[in-house]
């Protein structure tokens, strides 16, 4: 999984098949190595986030902080998924 970043004991990362057609440009996050269970975060248009699900149960404080981190760093996100990609799409 290409990791976009870490935060604390969170990783910040795409999973390599974001299905075909591919997904809207978005996030997984989980505490230590990436599992199907990780939380997903949608980046819309504008660069804000959108939470998708919550499946590895980040505490909601916590999550609002991994939340605003990617929000700030969503130009570099955006940049990385294109570059790893080859296109993006947004959710709204």
């Given amino acids: ?5 870490r935060i604390g004991p969170y990783w910040v990362y795409f ?3 974001e299905s075909d057609p591919l997904e809207p440009i978005h996030v997984h996050v989980s505490e230590g190595a990436p599992t199907k269970n ?6 819309t248009a504008s660069g804000k986030t ?5 499946n590895s149960k980040i505490p909601p404080k916590t ?3 991994i939340m ?15 570059e790893y990609f080859g296109e993006v799409r ?3």
Wanted: with cysteine; glycine share 0%.
């Fill in 38 to 43: 990780a939380t997903k975060i949608w980046i």
């Fill in 50 to 54: 959108y939470l998708a699900n919550n």
């Fill in 1 to 5: 999984m290409p990791q976009v970043f």
């Fill in 68 to 82: 605003r981190i990617v929000e700030a760093r969503s130009e570099e996100i955006i940049a990385m998924w294109e």
């Fill in 15 to 17: 999973w390599t098949n």
């Fill in 90 to 92: 947004f959710y709204c």
């Fill in 63 to 65: 999550l609002r902080n």
